[in-house]
């Protein structure tokens, strides 16, 4: 019923820059909150940044200053953009709504099917 769709991501050099975005897309009533999330190899997933519906945002500690969320002209859509990336920035990013859908009251998790981003150095 919903789905999130990633785009964006690919290799780039330590210092360059990549801009993520996340459309979603189905029966949805009412987005909440959306936001990105990454995975590299043997770790645990963790919250990059986050906007609400609102414009709230909340940003891991180790992209403060280098990356921005925001929320398109659609608020069904919200990009990531990462400025000055490091090799340690180098996971699986994957894109979270917390979306309440046509005919519910309440919402849920819904998550896209990640999108690789590589830092070399």
């Known amino acids: 019923q919903v789905k999130l769709v990633e785009s964006g991501g690919g290799l780039v050099q330590a210092g360059g820059s990549l801009r993520l975005s996340c459309a979603a897309s189905?029966?949805?009533?009412?987005?909440?909150?959306m936001g990105w999330y990454r995975q590299a190899p043997g770790k645990q997933r963790e919250l990059v940044a986050a906007?609400?519906?609102?414009?709230?945002?909340n940003y891991a500690d180790s992209v403060k200053g280098r990356f921005t969320i925001s929320r398109g002209n659609a608020k069904n859509i919200v990009h990531l953009q990462m400025n000055s990336l490091e090799p340690v920035d180098t996971a699986a990013y994957y894109c979270?709504?917390?979306?309440?859908?046509?005919?519910?009251?309440?919402?849920?998790?819904?998550w896209g099917q990640g999108t690789q981003v590589t830092v070399s150095s």
């Open positions: 979270n709504a917390d979306i309440i859908i046509s005919g519910s009251y309440r919402g849920n998790d819904y």
């Open positions: 189905g029966s949805i009533f009412m987005i909440n909150a």
């Open positions: 906007i609400t519906s609102g414009g709230r945002t």
